[in-house]
């Protein structure tokens, strides 16, 4: 069973709020990754860290997403100015490297943007 | 981009059958990593099977696939389904650090 931590279960927010949510990877997992499922279940990656370092975002997280993941303290991943179509389930996966190794996932963070 | 297809939508079957969930990828990469991941309802996804060598068949929990890079595919079969197995499939590759690509997803429903 995953180990991974995940603040707040469920968010709503009005539309122009922010929405922060957070992630506690499993111990020893140096790797973490952030995904969004929509409604219709697809999924679409975010952002990934390597300890503190980014290692590859999409056009989006970079716009209207910022993510952390500093030392000793839970990552996150804040909308800036939630929109309608943010609302989905915020899923983080942490995994002990790069490459062939299982992502474990959290139970998600359900965002609801109203 | 790095894309992933499988077979569409809803997969309906009895229990006892045999069941086959296609899944094929496109990649720039020569050496992929090929997972299939299970969803049940209200659940996180989980990892039942990956690979990365070619034409090696892997198992787990009753499931094989075998990576096959001359077809780019990763087939997903089960040769007796259960009712347990009723839940979201997903197929999915990375390159390295880079995250999930994901299918769209298989819905498995198994009747008694």
């Known amino acids: 069973n995953s180990k991974v931590i995940q603040t707040p279960r469920y968010l709503v927010k009005g539309q122009g709020q922010k929405a922060k949510m957070r992630c506690i990877p499993e111990?020893?997992?140096?790797?973490v990754f952030w995904y969004q499922q929509n409604k219709n279940n697809e999924f679409k990656f975010l952002i990934n860290?390597?300890?503190?370092?980014?290692?590859?975002q999409i056009d989006m997280t970079e716009k209207r997403f910022s993510a952390e993941c500093p030392s000793n303290s839970p990552c996150s991943l804040e909308i800036q100015s939630s929109e309608a179509g943010d609302s989905a389930l915020y899923l983080c996966?942490?995994?002990?490297?790069?490459?062939?190794?299982?992502?474990?996932f959290g139970p998600g963070t359900r965002l609801t943007v109203l | 981009g790095d894309s992933v297809t499988q077979t569409e939508g809803l997969v309906t079957l009895t229990e006892g059958l045999p069941v086959m969930l296609n899944c094929t990828y496109q990649?720039?990469?020569?050496?992929?990593?090929l997972f299939w991941y299970v969803q049940h309802l209200n659940e996180s996804p989980r990892l039942l099977l990956k690979?990365?060598?070619?034409?090696k068949r892997t198992e787990h929990q009753g499931f094989h696939a075998t990576l096959h890079k001359s077809s780019s595919s990763f087939h997903l079969q089960k040769s007796s389904a259960q009712l347990s197995d009723s839940a979201l499939y997903y197929c999915?590759?990375?390159?390295?650090?880079?995250?999930?690509?994901f299918g769209l997803g298989t819905r498995v429903s198994v009747f008694p």
């Open positions: 996966a942490s995994s002990p490297g790069t490459g062939g190794y299982e992502q474990y």
């Open positions: 111990k020893g997992h140096p790797v």
């Open positions: 860290f390597q300890n503190q370092e980014v290692l590859q």
């Open positions: 990649t720039i990469y020569s050496n992929p990593f």
């Open positions: 690979s990365f060598t070619d034409n």
């Open positions: 999915a590759l990375n390159n390295y650090a880079q995250g999930l690509t």
